[in-house]
């Protein structure tokens, strides 16, 4: 199996734009950020317009940065979503610096 090539694919100024507003306004109601063996998990609470953002937000990534493993997980009795990026040990390093504002923000600790 070849390894994926890790390299953003930004189109246009319009996209990148479109990308950096959607995880902004996602940083505003990030409860906790977990760094995993392949990856980090960032937990949201659970609400109809947060999970719309979280598949904007994925749609976006998906787009410029196929490499990534998306996962949402939406806990029971309407507990928070919680979204993983995953990858090899290059995507994981990829995501701490490419998502170093959601790395490193830790409210819950």
Not at 56 to 71: G, K, L, W
């Amino acid at each position: 199996m070849t390894q994926p090539i890790i390299a953003c694919t930004l189109v246009d100024a319009a996209f990148v734009a479109r990308k950096e507003a959607i995880r902004a306004s996602l940083l505003d109601y990030l409860q906790e950020s977990r760094e995993l063996e392949d990856g980090y998990a960032f937990r949201f609470d659970a609400n109809a317009v947060r999970a719309a953002q979280l598949f904007d937000f994925i749609e976006a990534e998906r787009e410029c940065c196929p490499f990534f493993t998306f996962e949402l997980i939406f806990e029971p009795e309407n507990g928070p979503v919680w979204l993983r990026l995953r990858g090899s040990e290059e995507i994981k390093r990829f995501i701490e610096v490419e998502f170093m504002s959601l790395v490193a923000h830790n409210p819950a600790s």
